[in-house]
Nanobody, 117 residues
Framework: QVQLVESGGGLVQPGGSLRLSCAVSGFTLEYYAIGWFCRAPGKGREGVSFISSADGSTEYADSVKGRFTISRDNVNNMVYLQMNSLKPEDTDVYLC??????????WGQGTQVTVSA
């Protein structure tokens, strides 16, 4: 059974940090590209950060460049999003997704991040 389970969200003050984790099971993580998305209100899902399966190259939305870092641990089937210098506008539900060409895309349920004083 394929599962992606996010954790690590919570309430943090502006300027604080969180590390989101995504535990995957039911498929071989190393063959999948991974993305973190947020559910932007009224806009559907927006990509926050991506990491490739092939060479581990990464991409970031302009709004999080220099503040967020995506990483993966294929041995332990974990994906992470380190979030630093958090801003109130980062408040959202964050989901991880795994994608492999011809195999499809799997989604987690999300974890809430709230940035507020």
């Amino acid at each position: 059974q394929v599962q992606l389970v996010e954790s690590g969200g919570g309430l943090v003050q502006p300027g604080g940090s969180l590390r989101l984790s995504c535990a995957v099971s039911g498929f071989t993580l190393e063959y999948y590209a991974i993305g973190w998305f947020c559910r932007a209100p009224g806009k559907g899902r927006e990509g926050v950060s991506f990491i490739s399966s092939a060479d581990g190259s990464t991409e970031y939305a302009d709004s999080v460049k220099g503040r967020f870092t995506i990483s993966r641990d294929n041995v332990n089937n974990m994906v992470y999003l380190q979030m630093n210098s958090l801003k109130p506008e980062d408040t959202d539900v964050y989901l991880c997704a795994a994608d492999r060409q011809y195999y499809g895309t799997y989604w987690g349920q999300g974890t809430q991040v709230t940035v507020s004083a």
